[in-house]
């Protein structure tokens, strides 16, 4: 089946390559509101909004 | 863990639920620049229904710049988490309300999210739940690693067991939140020891503020309240006062008004600074900035409550905590199948995978 089960063994920095980004992400989402308001909310939102996107799009997607 | 986040998703919205719930007596509305009531006024007026309470603090309302609030008590060493609230209008001093919020929904959760109705006892419990809490995430992370090696990133497998789709659904959730769980998790830990923070400050930075006080007698004529709180703004002239504790209360000494101050942006509105106003004579003793870990407290607040990026902000963070219920539940159900069958969920997933090798008739 096509689970990438052909996949290699992957490394650790790989595995850990986009969960790193997400959390540095998540840390800028965090800080920001509390910097300041208006343009530092909107960061805000858009980076704190991202993990649901991502579990949104993996759950829903028709493979 | 479960319960925390359930009853802290009202939580989140609490200052809306309360105003759908309660009707609330309206300040008068005024046109900007209207000159605010003397202090003074708002505080004697605070009591005129409760004859014989003394008042602890007076706030300004973060949400309502018409209103103030006083928190009342039987007596001065009264515990203030049993005041009375009493809102005055800002511009009038004339009394508002006074709700009793303990039979509030929002109240009822908030016990239960804080402390169990066991007071520091509880807030200790639930602390020490939030230690481990962050120590399975980072178990978590551990085994994250293996469970993946052979898996792309965000990999759900719809059309497996449940237990291998859980474990997905477990995986991609639990990795994708890892930073906002933890950092709402361990600010959540740090407030659970805001009364032991305080206690150090009262004996530490406040006693050394006030030494050359220790010895004295609550004053026999406090002087303006008004007058002190002009003090402070002098003092500081680029913040705002958030609230000021009255002589004998425990954010003060018995000589003191502690005029806390605030800033402007979120971050600055949180680091309060008081400035010690003597409460005989009127004069500024001192201000200084409030020691590390009172600000490490001050700011774990708003990380822990997402209320700091207005109405999408607390959206966000609803979400985000029902994903971390998914992400609990499906945790205990991984870890409940495999203590009953007493096999590594590796194993048995597979063992899934080995029956997939069947011809295969989905797409």
Request: charged fraction near 15%.
């Amino acid at each position: 089946m096509k689970y990438k089960s052909q996949l290699r063994r992957q490394t650790n920095g790989q595995i850990f390559a986009i969960p790193m980004v997400l959390g540095v992400l998540s840390i800028v989402g965090l800080v920001s509101a509390l910097v300041g308001d208006g343009v530092w909310d909107g960061v805000s939102w858009a980076t704190l909004a991202i993990p649901i996107l991502l579990c949104g799009y993996f759950f829903l997607k028709r493979s | 863990m479960l319960m925390l986040c359930i009853t802290g998703l009202p939580l989140i919205f609490h200052h809306e639920i309360d105003h759908l719930l309660h009707e609330e007596v309206q300040a008068a509305p005024v046109p900007e620049g209207t000159p605010r009531a003397n202090l003074d006024l708002i505080v004697k007026n605070s009591l005129s229904k409760d004859p014989g309470m003394v008042p602890h603090f007076l706030i300004w309302d973060p949400d309502d710049a018409n209103a103030l609030m006083v928190s009342i008590g039987k007596t001065l060493e009264a515990n203030p988490v049993d005041n009375r609230i009493v809102r005055v209008d800002a511009h009038t001093a004339a009394y508002l309300d006074a709700p009793d919020v303990t039979g509030r929904f929002t109240y009822i959760m908030l016990k239960l999210h804080t402390d169990m109705f066991a007071g520091l006892p509880g807030k200790l419990f639930l602390g020490l739940m939030g230690i481990l809490f962050c120590v399975a995430i980072i178990s978590g992370i551990v085994v994250y690693a293996p469970s993946m090696r052979k898996l792309k990133f965000g990999t759900y497998r719809r059309d497996r067991l449940r237990v291998v789709r859980w474990l997905d659904i477990h995986n991609v959730t639990g990795i994708v939140l890892v930073m906002w769980m933890l950092v709402v998790g361990f600010t959540g830990v740090i407030n659970t020891w805001a009364e032991l923070v305080i206690k150090v400050w009262q004996f530490g930075q406040l006693a050394e503020m006030t030494a050359q006080y220790k010895d004295k007698p609550l004053p026999a004529n406090p002087s303006s309240i008004d007058a002190a709180v002009q003090v402070a703004i002098k003092a500081e002239p680029n913040m705002r006062p958030a609230f000021v504790a009255f002589p004998g209360t425990i954010f003060s000494s018995k000589s003191h008004y502690a005029v806390f101050m605030r800033g402007n942006t979120p971050l600055t509105a949180k680091l309060l600074k008081p400035a010690l106003i003597d409460a005989e004579t009127g004069g500024l003793t001192d201000s200084r900035n409030l020691p590390w870990y009172v600000a490490t407290l001050l700011i774990s607040q708003p990380l822990h409550f997402g209320d700091y990026g207005g109405m999408p902000l607390k959206i966000i963070w609803a979400i985000l905590d029902i994903i971390t219920i998914a992400v609990l539940i499906t945790g205990l159900y991984l870890w409940l199948r495999r203590r009953q069958s007493g096999v590594s969920i590796e194993r048995v997933v597979i063992d899934a995978s080995a029956s997939d090798h069947r011809p295969a008739y989905t797409s």
